[in-house]
């Protein structure tokens, strides 16, 4: 039963939801190559997964790093097999409001977060082609890519544009035997928020605020756990669910963005009479 004997590349497999899901991989029957860009972390990884008695390898690997992908590619395969399942799930948050975020930290957001999820499509796509058969990708977005949330302006435009690009990849990818799904979790207790304090300070030069840190470290610890997570990500994969989320408290705030986005149109006087395209992908 798939994912059984499948062979698996995931970013960010050194930790939190990355490695969750490489576990619940592993533990499914799959061969996995973790590839992270931190390397001490990705070999305490393979060692925990291989003492659970699973097949990996390790990928050192910057996903925001275009030239990059196709070496660690080739890296993967020549150890595990060819690659069926992509994970594009490595991310970090930029951590601040739009008028404190800098240009660099904007870019090195959108190049980690979203860059690097069609860096691995575009790596990947005609790999799953040449070997054929069924074939799944995975894109790691956030609730912050559905609705709103204050003082994470390049983290909120990445993982929007991650929905955005996983919709179009799925519409590209219908009536193939490739899937597509986007994880949009909620609170996980995770290390990101670890990582948003060292933005904060090496990047744009903000003081951390401590009290912040420590409140959302102390709220992170409380979201849910990476290995449940990554549990619930493989059934969904391999069920061809295409929007996974985590948390249903949500709701109310995901039906207020529906509903001002539709009533946009309900409340619209119509004045530019009918537009053709609509009408091609309504008949479709
Ligand atoms: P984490 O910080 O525990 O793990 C992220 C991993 O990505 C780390 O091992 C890090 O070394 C790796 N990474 C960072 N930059 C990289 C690069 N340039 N190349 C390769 N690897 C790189 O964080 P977490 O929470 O597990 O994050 C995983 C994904 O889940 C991210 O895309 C994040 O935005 C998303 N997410 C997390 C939530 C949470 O509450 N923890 C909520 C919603 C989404």
Not at 22 to 42: C, E, F, K, N, T
Not at 104 to 132: C, S, Y
Request: with cysteine.
């Amino acid at each position: 039963e798939w994912p059984r004997g499948e062979v698996a590349f995931v970013t960010g497999a050194a930790s939190g939801i990355g490695l969750g899901i490489s576990r619940a991989l592993v533990r499914a029957g799959a061969r996995v190559a973790l590839a992270d860009i931190d390397q001490s972390r990705l070999d305490a990884a393979a060692e925990a997964l291989r003492d659970e008695g699973g097949v990996v390898a390790t990928v050192r690997l910057d996903v925001s790093d275009p030239g990059a992908w196709e070496g660690a590619a080739d890296a993967a395969e020549a150890e595990l097999g060819p690659v069926t399942i992509l994970c594009s799930n490595a991310g970090v948050n930029g951590g601040s409001s739009a008028e404190k975020t800098t240009y660099e930290v904007w870019k090195w957001v959108h190049a980690i977060n979203i860059d690097a999820q069609f860096l691995g499509a575009a790596t990947f796509l005609p790999r799953f082609r040449e070997h054929g058969g069924r074939a799944h990708i995975l894109n790691t977005a956030s609730m912050a890519g559905i609705i709103p949330i204050p003082d994470v302006a390049a983290y909120a435009s990445s993982k929007f544009a991650s929905v955005g690009f996983s919709r179009a990849l799925r519409a590209d990818l219908e009536g193939s035997a490739i899937g597509v799904s986007v994880l949009c979790p909620g609170t996980v207790a995770t290390r990101i928020v670890e990582s948003a304090a060292v933005v904060q300070e090496e990047m744009l030069g903000i003081e951390a605020d401590r009290g912040a840190v420590e409140g959302n470290l102390r709220m992170l610890s409380q979201g849910a756990d990476p290995d449940a997570v990554g549990q619930q990500v493989v059934e969904a994969m391999a069920a061809g669910q295409f929007l996974i989320v985590t948390h249903k408290d949500f709701l109310p705030i995901v039906r207020a963005v529906n509903e001002e986005m539709e009533s946009a149109f309900v409340d619209f006087d119509g004045r530019h009479g009918s537009d053709p395209a609509a009408a091609m992908l309504v008949q479709g």
